[in-house]
C-alpha cells in the first residue's frame, strides 16, 4: 500500500499513514456552551459547530480518512427548546444548500441515516438533492446522523425482519449479523474504528449503538466548535498507540 502524496500532503510526520482510521465518528458535543463562555446566545454556537466540522470533512480527506460521520441531531434533541430546534432544522437546510456545490467539487460523497421522515419536508427535499448530487463522489464518505436513534434503529431493523419472517420471506436461520445490518440505517456503510466525543461528558448517547460495539473511543474535554486538526492530530495519535484485538490475545 503506498500513499497518495496529492493526498496526504499534510499528513503528521508522527502518524503512520498505514494505521490510520478508515471511518471516524464524532459526537459534536459543547456548541451551546461554547457560546454561553463566549458571552453569545446558545445558536452562536452551533453556527461556529458548522464551520468545525466542515473543517474536519476536509482534514479526514487530506489525511486520507475514507469516512465521517457525524451525530448532528438526536431522537432526543426534540426536547430542547423549540426556538433552538427550529433554528437547527433551519440551519442544516441552510448549510446544505449553501455548502452542496463545495462538496461535489471535492468529491465528497453525502449520506443520511436516521428517522428522516419526521423533518420538515423542505429540509428532507435539500437531504434528498445532496445525496442524489453526490452518489458517485467516491474520495470521501460523510455521513449526517440526523434525528437518529441507536435503540430506534435497532428496533426498526427488528421489526422489518419480523415482517419478513412472518410474510414468509426469511426464514429464522438466514438471520444473522450480517443480514441484520442490511436493515439497519448504516447498511452498506463501514463501522467506525475511532469515535470521538467532546466536551469530557464519558457516554455514547444513543449513537451507533450496534456500530461502535469495537470502535476505540477518545474523549476530549475540548468543546466542539474549539475542536481543530490539532485536536484531531492528537486523537489520532492517541488511537494509533491502541493495540485492536476485537476480544482476542495475541
Known amino acids: 500500500m503506498t500513499a497518495n502524496p496529492a493526498i496526504l500532503h499534510s499528513l503528521p510526520a508522527d502518524l503512520d499513514v498505514l494505521r490510520l482510521p478508515k471511518h471516524v465518528a464524532v459526537i459534536m458535543d459543547g456548541n451551546g456552551r461554547w457560546a454561553q ?6 445558536f452562536m454556537g452551533h453556527r461556529r459547530g458548522v464551520d468545525t466540522l466542515k473543517e474536519l470533512l ?6 486520507g480518512i475514507g469516512a465521517l460521520t457525524a451525530y448532528a441531531f438526536s431522537t432526543e434533541n426534540w426536547g430542547r427548546p423549540m426556538p433552538e430546534v427550529d433554528f437547527l432544522m433551519t440551519l442544516f437546510e441552510r448549510v446544505l444548500r449553501r455548502e452542496l456545490k463545495e462538496m461535489i467539487d ?7 441515516v436516521g428517522d428522516l421522515q419526521a423533518l420538515p419536508s ?3 427535499e435539500e437531504i434528498e438533492r445532496a445525496m442524489l448530487a453526490t452518489q458517485h463522489n467516491e474520495k470521501i464518505k460523510f455521513v449526517v446522523a440526523t434525528n437518529y436513534g441507536g435503540r430506534r434503529e435497532i428496533l ?7 415482517q419478513k419472517v412472518s410474510s414468509g420471506e426469511l426464514n429464522l436461520e ?5 443480514m441484520f445490518e442490511q436493515h439497519l440505517y448504516t447498511a452498506g456503510i463501514s463501522h467506525p474504528d ?3 466525543r467532546t466536551s469530557g461528558e464519558m457516554r455514547v448517547s444513543n449513537f451507533l449503538l450496534w456500530q461502535v460495539a469495537y470502535a476505540e473511543l477518545y474523549v476530549t474535554q475540548t468543546l466542539w466548535p474549539d475542536f481543530d486538526r490539532k485536536e484531531f492530530h492528537q486523537a489520532l495519535f492517541d488511537y494509533q498507540q491502541r493495540h485492536r484485538r476485537f476480544g482476542k490475545v495475541k
Do not use: M, Y
Not at 106 to 112: D, L, N, R, S, Y
Not at 156 to 162: G, T
Open 122 to 124: 423542505s429540509l428532507q
Open 194 to 196: 475511532l469515535l470521538i
Open 156 to 162: 426498526q431493523a427488528c421489526r422489518a425482519i419480523a
Open 37 to 42: 463562555r463566549q458571552g453569545q446566545p446558545r
Open 58 to 63: 476536509r482534514c479526514c480527506k487530506d489525511w
Open 174 to 178: 438466514d438471520i444473522d449479523e450480517g
Open 106 to 112: 471535492e468529491g465528497v460523497q453525502i449520506h443520511f
